[in-house]
């Protein structure tokens, strides 16, 4: 394989990890990462940019396979195809929503696997042509120098990235699924007063919302931090809201001076 693709693997059973693992690695695949979770799923596919996502569908983490293939897909224009030994109408219909590329039934072969992550890395790259989509650059989400917190239409965190983990001293792992007001509140720094959390209006208005002057941040540990924030809501192919994207800079000393002088 001339150019070999990057593949992450994301199962929770370590046997059918390494066995894919071992099949995909005969094809000249190279594999990224193997990961339990979705959580993890989520957050390795925008550290590392694989070509292609390999999930099963039920996964014991707080998130599940449906759950983070609709945001790789949806967010970071990564392909996913399912892995999946469950075939019930609920699973399949949820499943649909997060339009994966394909379909592995377990038990399934090498020759399963490679057919159909071929076919996935095709259409998808077609896709791309004739929609004019160009690549996430899910990297330099990673190694941004402001926080990027993406929630879901109940205001719940399915991503941060590290800045945002620094700047709101929490983890990735403690932050997840909690809402935005469980790890900070706003206030206006010229009366003091709490300001309701953005994401409620992005997500009932559709709207983008900025917030540039007069804004600090009160994180658990108690510490204030002037910002601006900015949040907009991130649609699907059919054009609906699925996501909140939240950007917070924090004001430099100098800023802070500029601003008030």
Not at 19 to 32: A, C, F, N, P, S
Not at 120 to 143: E, F, I, T
Not at 198 to 203: D, G, K, Q
Request: aromatic content about 8%; glycine content about 4%.
């Amino acid at each position: 394989m001339a150019n070999p693709k990057k593949i992450l693997i994301v199962e929770d059973d370590e046997i059918i990890a390494s066995l894919i693992e071992r099949m995909l690695q005969k094809k000249d695949y190279t594999i990224v990462a193997k990961v339990t979770s979705g959580e993890e799923a989520l957050n390795r596919t925008a550290d590392l940019g694989p070509d292609l996502v390999l999930m099963d569908i039920t996964l014991k983490g707080v998130i599940d396979g449906i759950y983070a293939a609709r945001y790789i897909n949806t967010i970071f224009n990564i392909p996913v195809v399912f892995l999946t030994g469950s075939y019930d109408d609920e699973t399949i219909e949820r499943a649909k929503v997060a339009e994966p590329m394909g379909f592995i039934s377990k038990p399934f072969n090498d020759r399963d696997l490679y057919s159909n992550i071929e076919i996935a890395l095709y259409n998808h790259s077609m896709r791309k042509r004739v929609l004019n989509l160009k690549d996430g650059g899910v990297k330099s989400v990673m190694a941004a120098l402001d926080a990027v917190i993406m929630t879901d239409m109940k205001g719940r965190i399915f991503f941060m990235n590290p800045y945002a983990e620094q700047l709101i001293n929490v983890s990735y792992r403690q932050a997840i699924m909690h809402s935005i007001n469980k790890l900070f509140f706003l206030i206006d720094i010229r009366t003091g007063q709490p300001i309701e959390d953005p994401i409620y209006e992005v997500v009932k208005e559709s709207m983008v919302i900025g917030i540039e002057n007069n804004l600090a941040m009160i994180t658990n540990d108690k510490k204030k931090r002037h910002i601006t924030l900015s949040a907009r809501p991130v649609r699907d192919s059919r054009d609906d809201v699925i996501a909140v994207y939240v950007k917070i800079h924090a004001r430099t000393q100098s800023e802070r001076k500029l601003f008030t002088s």
